[in-house]
């Protein structure tokens, strides 16, 4: 009798690269919706009216060239709404500020964190 040797064919391996791609995708939707359940849990109903300022065309844009992060930032009524995304362009939190009265505080305050506003 001989012994042999079962070696992972093309299609074997094509199944597995598939499942790895898919675990892959799984993972990454997940964080996602992590990271925009962090800004809902930390700042509720803010979190929801700064996300205003994403298709606000008056909305300021500022970039923090150390994190590679962008602010989004508007007035809503009488508050500041700022949403900060990755360089991807993807939330990382939002919230609205309501102690600053005009936009001079507002570029004080993201400039504090790093921004500069580009828009």
């Known amino acids: 009798m001989v012994d042999t040797v079962d070696y992972?064919?093309?299609q074997n391996?094509?199944?597995?690269?598939f499942i790895l791609i898919v675990l892959v995708?799984?993972?990454l939707v997940v964080a996602g919706q992590a990271i925009v359940a962090h800004a809902d849990?930390?700042?509720g109903m803010d979190a929801q009216g700064a996300r205003q300022c994403l298709s606000d065309p008056n909305s300021h844009i500022f970039f923090n060239q150390t994190t590679k992060r962008f602010g989004v930032v508007c007035n809503i009524g009488d508050l500041w709404g700022v949403v900060i995304q990755n360089a991807q362009?993807?939330?990382i939190t939002a919230?609205?500020?309501?102690?600053?009265?005009?936009f001079e505080q507002v570029i004080k305050y993201m400039q504090n964190g790093g921004y500069q506003l580009i828009h």
């Open 13 to 17: 391996n094509a199944i597995a690269i």
């Open 8 to 10: 992972p064919t093309e």
């Open 41 to 43: 849990t930390k700042h």
């Open 95 to 102: 919230f609205l500020k309501n102690k600053m009265h005009s």
């Open 25 to 27: 995708a799984i993972l």
């Open 89 to 91: 362009r993807e939330e």
